[in-house]
Protein backbone atom coordinates (compact mmCIF):
# COMPACT_ATOMS: atom_id res chain seq x y z
CA UNK A 1 0.00 0.00 0.00
CA UNK A 2 1.11 3.65 -0.90
CA UNK A 3 0.81 5.11 2.01
CA UNK A 4 2.85 2.48 3.95
CA UNK A 5 5.66 2.49 2.26
CA UNK A 6 5.96 6.70 2.15
CA UNK A 7 5.70 6.08 5.45
CA UNK A 8 8.71 4.17 5.44
CA UNK A 9 10.32 6.32 3.39
CA UNK A 10 9.97 9.73 5.29
CA UNK A 11 11.14 7.35 8.68
CA UNK A 12 13.85 6.66 6.59
CA UNK A 13 15.11 10.33 5.69
CA UNK A 14 14.15 11.43 9.44
CA UNK A 15 16.75 8.85 10.60
CA UNK A 16 19.09 10.92 8.12
CA UNK A 17 18.50 13.66 10.26
CA UNK A 18 18.31 12.55 13.55
CA UNK A 19 20.24 14.73 15.45
CA UNK A 20 22.31 11.88 17.92
CA UNK A 21 22.47 8.71 15.07
CA UNK A 22 22.26 10.70 11.76
CA UNK A 23 24.46 11.16 8.89
CA UNK A 24 26.40 14.05 9.84
CA UNK A 25 26.18 15.26 5.77
CA UNK A 26 22.38 15.09 6.52
CA UNK A 27 21.37 16.18 9.82
CA UNK A 28 23.93 19.98 9.19
CA UNK A 29 22.66 20.27 5.33
CA UNK A 30 21.09 23.61 5.33
CA UNK A 31 18.28 24.68 3.12
CA UNK A 32 19.76 26.37 0.11
CA UNK A 33 21.86 23.38 -0.63
CA UNK A 34 18.90 21.49 -0.50
CA UNK A 35 16.89 23.29 -2.68
CA UNK A 36 19.83 23.40 -5.21
CA UNK A 37 19.76 19.65 -4.93
CA UNK A 38 15.87 19.71 -5.72
CA UNK A 39 16.31 21.95 -8.82
CA UNK A 40 18.97 19.46 -10.10
CA UNK A 41 16.62 16.54 -10.15
CA UNK A 42 13.35 18.19 -11.44
CA UNK A 43 15.61 18.75 -14.38
CA UNK A 44 16.60 15.18 -14.60
CA UNK A 45 12.94 14.48 -14.18
CA UNK A 46 12.22 16.54 -17.05
CA UNK A 47 15.23 15.41 -19.15
CA UNK A 48 14.10 11.44 -18.49
CA UNK A 49 10.86 12.40 -19.52
CA UNK A 50 11.76 14.11 -22.92
CA UNK A 51 13.86 11.26 -23.27
CA UNK A 52 10.81 8.51 -22.90
CA UNK A 53 13.45 7.02 -20.57
CA UNK A 54 10.64 5.98 -17.93
CA UNK A 55 12.91 3.30 -16.22
CA UNK A 56 15.05 6.53 -15.34
CA UNK A 57 12.11 8.37 -15.08
CA UNK A 58 11.31 6.09 -12.18
CA UNK A 59 13.98 6.65 -10.14
CA UNK A 60 14.38 10.55 -10.65
CA UNK A 61 10.72 10.80 -9.17
CA UNK A 62 11.76 9.25 -6.52
CA UNK A 63 15.20 11.74 -6.08
CA UNK A 64 12.46 14.56 -6.54
CA UNK A 65 10.51 13.29 -3.30
CA UNK A 66 13.47 12.51 -1.02
CA UNK A 67 14.70 16.19 -1.77
CA UNK A 68 10.94 17.23 -1.02
CA UNK A 69 11.26 15.15 2.55
CA UNK A 70 15.10 16.47 3.10
CA UNK A 71 13.66 20.15 2.45
CA UNK A 72 10.39 19.79 5.27
CA UNK A 73 12.95 18.26 7.75
CA UNK A 74 15.66 20.92 7.59
CA UNK A 75 12.58 23.52 7.63
CA UNK A 76 11.28 21.47 10.69
CA UNK A 77 14.75 21.89 12.54
CA UNK A 78 14.72 25.27 11.48
CA UNK A 79 11.01 25.81 13.03
CA UNK A 80 9.77 26.69 9.80
CA UNK A 81 7.58 24.21 8.18
CA UNK A 82 7.23 20.37 9.23
CA UNK A 83 6.12 17.81 5.97
CA UNK A 84 2.74 17.05 7.56
CA UNK A 85 1.71 20.72 7.15
CA UNK A 86 3.09 21.33 3.81
CA UNK A 87 1.23 17.75 3.12
CA UNK A 88 -2.66 19.56 4.74
CA UNK A 89 -2.38 22.61 2.46
CA UNK A 90 -1.70 20.66 -0.33
CA UNK A 91 -4.80 18.87 0.18
CA UNK A 92 -6.68 21.88 1.48
CA UNK A 93 -5.51 23.49 -1.84
CA UNK A 94 -6.57 20.19 -3.96
CA UNK A 95 -9.98 20.61 -2.73
CA UNK A 96 -10.47 24.34 -2.68
CA UNK A 97 -9.55 24.48 -6.25
CA UNK A 98 -11.82 21.12 -7.45
CA UNK A 99 -15.31 22.43 -6.40
CA UNK A 100 -16.44 20.20 -9.17
CA UNK A 101 -15.12 17.21 -7.12
CA UNK A 102 -15.75 18.44 -3.49
CA UNK A 103 -18.51 20.90 -4.08
CA UNK A 104 -21.40 21.73 -6.41
CA UNK A 105 -20.03 23.39 -9.22
CA UNK A 106 -20.52 21.78 -12.27
CA UNK A 107 -17.31 21.16 -15.05
CA UNK A 108 -17.66 19.16 -17.68
CA UNK A 109 -14.24 19.17 -19.62
CA UNK A 110 -10.22 18.88 -18.58
CA UNK A 111 -10.16 22.72 -20.08
CA UNK A 112 -12.91 23.97 -18.24
CA UNK A 113 -11.29 22.23 -15.09
CA UNK A 114 -7.94 23.64 -15.78
CA UNK A 115 -10.15 27.30 -16.44
CA UNK A 116 -11.97 26.81 -12.46
CA UNK A 117 -8.33 26.01 -11.15
CA UNK A 118 -6.99 29.31 -12.55
CA UNK A 119 -9.77 31.32 -11.45
CA UNK A 120 -9.65 30.43 -7.77
CA UNK A 121 -5.51 30.23 -8.00
CA UNK A 122 -6.44 34.09 -9.28
CA UNK A 123 -8.61 34.61 -6.67
CA UNK A 124 -6.57 33.40 -3.91
CA UNK A 125 -3.28 35.19 -5.40
CA UNK A 126 -5.39 38.34 -5.40
CA UNK A 127 -6.15 38.00 -1.90
CA UNK A 128 -2.76 37.01 -0.36
CA UNK A 129 -1.97 40.38 -1.87
CA UNK A 130 -4.44 42.49 -0.39
CA UNK A 131 -3.49 40.61 2.55
CA UNK A 132 -0.16 41.35 3.33
CA UNK A 133 -0.83 45.44 2.36
CA UNK A 134 -2.67 45.70 5.45
Known amino acids: MEADT???FVETVKRLHDPINGCPADKTIKLDKVILRLKEEVNEVVQAFEKKDFENLKEEIGDVLLNIVHI???AKRENLFDLNS???EAKNKLIRR???VWGNRKC??????EAIWNEIKQKEKAG??????V
Do not use: Q, T, Y
Open 6 to 8: LKE
Open 72 to 74: SEV
Open 86 to 88: SLI
Open 98 to 100: HPH
Open 108 to 113: DSAEEA
Open 128 to 133: RIENSK
